[in-house]
Each structure stands twice: as structure tokens, then as C-alpha cells.
């Protein structure tokens, strides 16, 4: 049995030893927003957060995890009002096909949660990890650019540690 | 991936009690982003998996801490300064590490190989003490860590032992770490205020590669411009992190102008044995080597800042 809290709420599902937390979110819980890209922790189409941090579902065992708190792309909406940096990829072309789109929201959110002003030179930086085979580059760093504008009013996260 | 065991321990004894238990056919996972793509892949086969993580929160195996060193990191140090180390608790996430106030302060050259590691996702991930052990040559933070002096605490159910990072690694992806141990803490000496280092990663495919060659660069800068001492250590460019000692001797003692960097890189390419891959030839790798040792000397006694290339 794996127990997680998942945008939320406590879900929990039987599972063996090896199962991926990216199979546990799709064929498990049925939230098919996480892909499987490459598998090997290159492409970031399955990126999600794992107690506030960018995790590789692909590469992590669910059960290594017991206890944490999963934050996937169908969890940041706020009471079916769209979190400020998927209303910017509407906007903005921030997607094509929309294959890497939910790992992108994903890695751009912790970038504002962490850094709520990027430059464009950092947004590059922190967004390396998640590929697009739709070469939408441009879009992507114009819409995390507008949600950060947008989301001006939110205090700075100082990086926090002993 | 085949099927296995998975077991969460409770604390580090609980852990070590499991792996003498589960003897050869377990092992230990933090961030997992090694072991289960080995599994994937089928190269690492366990039949038990001890999971780390929940020991994170507890008993320091995550914490980074300034703490007084055993030994000087360089001998002359003034007497007056007591020796540092930052003890770095081996779970201790890439992640943390590269944004650690302490770490980026005091100890500058390892905040910057961590952070050339991959990208931002893996390194929320992966753990120091995890990209020790699984002793793949081609990773950024041994280099950096040989050439500050860096050791590892080793611990299993008969005690402690402390074993030079320098010393740890044996060929590809076999290390010094028996199979009863944990890796429990990295201890990092810190260098003289006055010193410079540089880290430079060769990366000619994709900014988030492994690098084709590595170089990490330290020197206790002198006010006359003379060496004192000099650290230079390879990373991709053998089975293990390679220690360019000739180059080293040829600095030691001497006063560090351009030509005497050239002299010193000149001997790299015969102290490294890369792989021929599809990153490029043993022979290419050989020359690159000695280039970036060059650049990251240059780099590191702040000549050519603008130019210098990372
Ligand atoms: C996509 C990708 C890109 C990468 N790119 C780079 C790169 O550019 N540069 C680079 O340096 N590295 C790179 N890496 C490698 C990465 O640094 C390592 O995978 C990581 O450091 C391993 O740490 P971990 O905590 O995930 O270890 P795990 O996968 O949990 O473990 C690795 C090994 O160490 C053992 N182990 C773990 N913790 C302990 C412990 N405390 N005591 C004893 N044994 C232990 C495990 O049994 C296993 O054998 C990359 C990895 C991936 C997946
Ligand atoms: S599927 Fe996980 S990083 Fe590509
Ligand atoms: S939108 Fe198609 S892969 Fe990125």
C-alpha cells in the first residue's frame, strides 16, 4: 500500500515495490497530466513537486516517498481559477502540441515560488531541464516572464536552510 | 525492473542493521536518481531497497554545518585562524547545497561544481553522499572536492572511519565504501580566505550534459605571486578523478605567470586516460583537458576574467 497526499488530499492505492510515482499518478489515480517522456530524468515531461521540490516522477519510487506531499499540474488551479503561469502560457504561446506543458508550468511555478523576479537569463537557466520538441522556446520564456509580471505582489522566498 | 523488497528504516542503525542483514543482495537509496535508472536499465538488480529519505529530518544526516577542522587545509595557514571544515550531512541535496548561504560564502568552488550538475530537477533530488558512492567519473562535485582536501565519514555497525574523497574512488563506479557502510557525511576543510578556485566543465552538446572534460582549479594566492601550493583535479578524463600531481609540482614554488600555466597544462594530456565516446576521442578528450586546466588556472588567479570561458 502507498500513501500520499497529492494536491491535498490523502490518496492511497495498492502498489508494488516498484512502482515509478510517475505510473502511480497515471495509472494508479488517474492523473494523467505528468508524461513520460524519456524515463531516464532528461526531458522534464514529468516533472512534479515532491514537498515543494522539482522531482523526476520517472526516477522515483512511490514508495520512497511515503508521507510527502505531491504537487502535480491538476493541483495548482485555484477552485477552477487557472494558477497565474498556466493563464500566461494561454496568453503568451507558451505550448504547441502541450506534451511538455505540464512538466513546464510545473518547473516555472517553483521557479516563481523561489524567485519571484526572475531575469531572463535565470527563467533560461532554471528552465533547461524540460525539453520541447516543439521548439516553443521563445514562448515558453515570454510566458514565464509575464506570469512573473504578473504575480509581482508576492513576497520574495528567501532561500531557507540551517 | 524486477521485483524487490522495499523497507524504510527508522534510523541509521536501523539501516545498518537491515544491510548486514539483507547482506549483498541490498542497498541503499537516497535520492534515487542513480539506483533506479540502473534498475531500469538493469544494471543494479537488488532484491532489497533501503530507503533514506525519511532519515533526512533526523541526526544531522542532512544538515551542513561549520564546524573546527582537524588539519589546516594548507600548512602555513596564520596560526591565529582556527581551521574550518563544513560537515555536510550525506543527504544533503544538490539543490541545498547550491543555494547554502554557508557553503557559497566560505566554500565558493564547491557551490559552483554543484550547480553544474544537470539541471535544478535532478539536483532537488540527488544527494551528495549518493553521487559519492555511485563513483561515476564523469560527475562535478568529486573533482572539486579532491582538490579542497575533502574527506568522507564511513559508517557501519563497528563505527567510523574517515577515508579521503581523494582515495575513495577505485575504477568506474566502484568505490572504497564496503558493503556494510553508509556514507554518512562529506567534511570539507576551508580554504585560506585568500584562496581562488575555479571549476570549468567542458559541455560542447547540451548545457545540461556530463561534462566531456572537467577541470577544478585551487590556489592559495601569495602576495608576490608565487605558488605556494596548487590543487588541479580531472574529471572525465580517467575511472576515476584524476589528481594532475606533474602539473602541480611544475607550479609548486614558482611564480604563476602565463607561461608557467602553459608549461603545467602541457603535461595534462599524459596524466589523464579519457574513454573514446561519442563525446569525443580519447585523444581529443586528452587535449581538452589540458586546455581547460589551463583556462581554469587562468580563471582561478583572475586573469582574462571576461574571456575566460566556462
Ligand atoms: C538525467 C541525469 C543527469 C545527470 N547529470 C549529471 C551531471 O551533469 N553531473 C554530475 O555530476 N552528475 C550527473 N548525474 C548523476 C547524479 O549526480 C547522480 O545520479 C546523483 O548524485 C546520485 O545521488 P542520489 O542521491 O540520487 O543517489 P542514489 O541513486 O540514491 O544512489 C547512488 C548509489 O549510491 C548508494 N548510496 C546512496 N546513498 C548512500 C549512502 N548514504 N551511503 C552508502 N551508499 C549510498 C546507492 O546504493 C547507489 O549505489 C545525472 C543523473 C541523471 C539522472
Ligand atoms: S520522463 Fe522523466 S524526465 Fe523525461
Ligand atoms: S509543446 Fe509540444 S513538446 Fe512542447
Redesign the pocket.
Known sequence: MVKLKINGTEREAQAPAQRLLLDFLRYDLGLTGAKEGCG???CGACTVLVDGELF?SC?TLAAAIEGAEVTTIEGIADQGRLHPVQQAFIDHGGFQCGICTPGQIIAAKALLDFNPQPTEDEIKQWMMGNLCRCTGYYGIINSVAAAARNTRNNAPRQPTDD | MIDFEFHSPSSLDDALEMLERYGGDA????????????MKQRF?QPAHIIG?RPLAQTGGLSAVQETDAAEPYVEETDADETPKSIRIG??C??RRLEDHPLLRARIPLLADAVR????RR?RS??????????G?P?????PALIALGASVELTSPSGTRICPVEQLFIDYYETD?RPN????AVLVPVPPADTRGAYLKFLPRTA????TVSTAALVPRNPNNTCRDVRIVLGAAGATPIRARAAEDLLRGQELTDDAIRAAAATVPDAVDPLDDFRGSSDYKRQMAAVFTRRALTQALGYNKGTATP
Not at chain 2, 125 to 134: P, R, S, W, Y
Not at chain 2, 181 to 184: H, I, N, V, W, Y
Not at chain 2, 208 to 211: N, S, T, V
Open positions: 531516464v530524468g532528461v523526476a526516477l | 542497498r541503499l537509496m537516497a535520492g534515487g536518481t542513480a539506483l533506479v535508472l540502473q543494479a533514506l550525506a543527504l541535496t544538490l553544474r550538475v544537470a539541471t535532478i533530488m540527488a544527494t551528495i553522499g549518493g553521487g559519492l558512492v555511485n561515476d564523469s560527475q562535478d562535485p568529486p565504501v557502510e553508509a556514507l554518512t545540461d550534459d556530463y561534462a
